[in-house]
């Protein structure tokens, strides 16, 4: 069975450091998507992209967060520099679709990369 | 901004009984979904109903959505040890083209 592709699984660095995710959707899926998942809490969308267009970033710090889809497939996410409050869960998702005629098609997760910052 | 808010937030339950989480969101959806997380794993889609739906089944798992009341239900019944996780329910509203996340209920099944 397909699966999304997140890596590494898990991620300790020092505040200030640069770190990156990277992110392999389902092959098909044009809509993939980034989430932060602080401990306890639900997922909460960083970044939505339909092909290599983002949709959505409304909730990305973009001061010090970037993501890019350049070909359409495979994703990065980056975080530079990074500060002690950015320690989450950090996951990937894909869907055939994000936008076709209002529905909304089952997402599909990544293991999520574990962020720890010291 | 979170749309869906669980209740409970915690539930323990003995193997074999039924669990009962709901959810209830702000604003007019398109549709709801059900996830699950195992601790420290991503989310499994389970289920999704759309805003013209009342109840839908899957296996051991019953969704019902009350639109008049903004509000949904996932009962699991016959619980298993392996239901043990988290379970979050996620709306798509009117016009918007992302799901949002409730903070999830986490079910414990107690052998």
């Known amino acids: 069975e397909a699966e999304v592709a997140q890596s590494p699984r898990y991620k300790i660095t020092e505040k200030s450091q640069a770190v990156a995710f990277w992110c392999d959707p389902i092959s098909g899926h044009a809509t993939l998507y980034w989430y932060r998942q602080i401990l306890g809490q639900g997922p909460e969308l960083l970044v939505q992209?339909?092909?290599?267009?983002?949709?959505?970033d409304s909730q990305l710090p973009k001061d010090r967060f970037s993501a890019e889809r350049l070909k359409g497939v495979d994703s990065t996410l980056k975080i530079q520099p990074a500060e002690l409050g950015d320690s989450a869960m950090y996951l990937c998702a894909s869907s055939q679709s994000g936008l076709a005629g209002g529905e909304s098609y089952e997402q599909y997760f990544g293991p999520g990369t574990r962020l720890t910052v010291t | 901004s979170q749309q869906g808010e669980e209740d409970p937030q915690a539930l323990s339950i003995q193997e074999g009984e039924n669990a009962t989480m709901n959810c209830s969101y702000k604003t007019s959806i398109n549709n709801l979904q059900w996830y699950r997380q195992n601790s420290g794993r991503g989310l499994v889609h389970l289920i999704l109903i759309r805003s013209n739906e009342r109840e839908k089944h899957s296996g051991r798992l019953r969704v019902t959505l009350d639109t008049s009341k903004k509000s949904s239900s996932l009962l699991i019944t016959a619980s298993r040890a392996a239901d043990t996780a988290s379970y979050f329910c996620a709306t798509r509203t009117v016009g918007a083209q992302k799901l949002v996340f409730g903070q999830g209920t986490r079910l414990t099944i107690n052998p």
């Open positions: 992209f339909q092909d290599e267009s983002v949709v959505d």
